[in-house]
């Protein structure tokens, strides 16, 4: 029987992990050896999470998948925490430590900024969310391109479950009007930052 080094074994995983998550579902079901290099923080760190992502229902309470998410995050995979901060603002409330997972992957992704700054604004945080609404305003093109990455995020939140409990209320700075009371004076083809984080803090709002 050939003998293959642990560290080599766990680099084989690690990439296969890094193709898709579900790639290591064969090695957890093959015994405690390749389970424990499964788990091991050079798999999880690595692994790909793409589909969590873009179908946050795998991250819900209820999933399959929930346990195996929760070990990234332990090892601090940034779309793991990503995922986990919005299931926790959305279904919990304002809460410190969710927004500080949130804001370490804020940077690396255009729709966590977007969530970031929304986020922000439902907690309350109204100088803080406007300064990050502007940071996500400078990395977009066009109102079409703000919308679709907005939408992708509004999906996002719907697809975890809010709970539909007003966790924000008390909290949100938004009540009846943007800052801007939508008085404009320029091009209806212009975006106008106050409107747009306006509309999409109160549908989140209104979501949980």
Known sequence: MIYIPVPLMTDIVRRIGSEGFRNLGPFIAAGP?????????????????????????????????RSFLLRCVGEGHEI??????????????????ALEMLEEFAY????AIFAFAVMLLCCGSYDQGM??????????????EA????????????????????????????????ICYFAHNYPSTCICQN?????YATTFHEMC
């Open 33 to 65: 050896f390749f389970k424990q290099i499964v788990f091991s923080r050079e798999v999880l760190i690595d692994v790909d999470l793409d589909e969590f992502m873009f179908n946050t229902r795998l991250g819900r309470e209820q999933s399959i998948y």
């Open 80 to 97: 793991a925490r990503y995922i986990e901060s919005l299931r926790r603002l959305t279904q919990d409330g304002p809460s410190v430590e």
């Open 108 to 111: 690396s992704s255009i729709y």
């Open 131 to 144: 300064v990050i609404t502007q940071t996500f305003f400078s990395k977009v093109e066009t109102l079409e």
């Open 147 to 178: 919308l679709n990455i907005a939408g992708v995020v509004e999906s996002q939140v719907r697809n975890i479950g809010p709970g539909g409990r007003n966790v924000f209320s008390g909290f949100i700075h938004f009540k009846e009007y943007p």
């Open 195 to 199: 409107c747009f984080v306006f509309n």
